[in-house]
């Protein structure tokens, strides 16, 4: 069973910066493909970025495209995202995704594509 465990959410100002983490405990980290999903109060969740398993493709939602930027160490089991020039429309509970069903895929853009779910951590922009 994977878990996901993210951190770095918080309270910034409009224009800031914020770097999500997302620690795995996966027997292979490689073998998925990751991503980032936020949802707002009283919206639906919405995906946010996805990485393929070596990280060497990415895909955005175009409301983030040149803003944030997901990353990841498979040494170190961790997913990342960057989060720069945030706007309050950006505030949303952020949660970390896994998917071994469909690993091999880049466009994962569902949430059902995603076996595995973090809790989430809250990113608050205050305008």
């Known amino acids: 069973q994977v878990q996901l465990v993210e951190s770095g959410g918080g309270l910034v100002q409009d224009g800031d910066s914020l770097r999500l983490s997302c620690a795995a405990s996966a027997p292979t980290f490689s073998d998925y493909a990751m991503g980032w999903f936020r949802q707002a109060p009283g919206k639906e969740r919405e995906f946010v970025a996805t990485?393929?398993?070596?990280?060497?493709?990415?895909y955005y939602r175009d409301s983030v495209k040149g803003r944030f930027t997901i990353s990841r160490d498979n040494a170190e089991n961790t997913l990342y995202l960057q989060m720069n020039t945030l706007r309050p429309e950006d505030t949303a509970v952020y949660y970390c995704v896994a998917s071994n069903s469909y690993s091999d895929m880049l466009l994962l853009d569902r949430t059902s594509y995603y076996d595995h779910w973090g809790r989430g951590t809250q990113v608050t922009v205050s305008s």
């Open positions: 990485i393929n398993r070596l990280g060497t493709q990415t």
